[in-house]
């Protein structure tokens, strides 16, 4: 989630992002949230402010032996008491609708990231070598998902050796390091068992 902070000061640059993303974004309703919700601030820090201070001139005050005047001091007070819990829960209610805009606006792609509509207006800048095509290998498995270093691949019972000693080899080959790679391979009728 954006730092409101963040948003604040750079409120144009995350609006042109969000547009670049295709993210709804409105900046003038942040802005008018981000304002209510530092107005409530405000306001009840004085009432905490003005509540503090008197209650240091009630203790005066009785100390004085002036317990009437301590007294209607004592009212003030219950009515700030009064005010300031109006003022929290105003308070939490424009945290929460700041908040709830905040986790809907997506992070900021990095300023290199191209702007398109979508993954065809996204050229591929490089690659490393060429994607394996496993029908031409005599597989019949197929890759089902990559994410980060784990590939999981829909593989008949007959392939499940041949298809994991390929991959190993090519895993732990695929960069050269003073360290060995070492590469997990498992296998289950599903996800959850071949984990």
């Known amino acids: ?35 209510q919700r530092r107005e409530v601030i405000a306001e009840e820090e004085a009432l905490q ?5 008197l209650s240091k001139e009630i203790g005066k005050m009785m ?6 005047a301590a007294n209607e001091v004592k009212e003030t007070v219950r009515q ?5 819990e109006a ?4 308070r939490a209610e424009a945290d929460g609708a700041l908040q709830t805009l905040l986790m809907s606006v997506p992070n900021l792609c990095d300023a290199s990231t191209p702007v398109g509509e979508d993954e065809d207006d996204n ?5 490393w070598g ?22 999981d691949f829909s593989v008949p019972v007959d392939e499940v050796e041949r298809l994991s000693a390929m991959v190993r080899e090519v895993m732990e080959h695929v960069a ?20």
Do not use: C
């Open 176 to 195: 050269k390091l003073r360290v060995p790679l070492l590469v997990d391979v498992s296998w289950g009728p599903t996800w959850a068992e071949a984990h």
């Open 49 to 53: 402010a003005e509540r503090n201070k």
């Open 130 to 151: 060429t994607p394996r095509d496993f029908a031409a290998e005599g597989f019949e498995a197929q890759l089902m998902i990559q994410v980060h270093d784990e590939l």
């Open 1 to 35: 989630m954006l730092d409101v902070k963040y948003v604040r000061d750079h409120l144009d640059e995350v609006a042109e992002a969000m547009k670049n993303r295709h993210a709804h974004f409105d900046p003038e309703e942040f802005s008018a949230l981000d304002v």
């Open 123 to 127: 050229p591929e800048v490089r690659r």
């Open 80 to 84: 700030i008491n009064e005010k300031l």
């Open 63 to 68: 100390a004085a032996g002036n317990a009437d």
């Open 87 to 90: 003022a929290s829960a105003a």
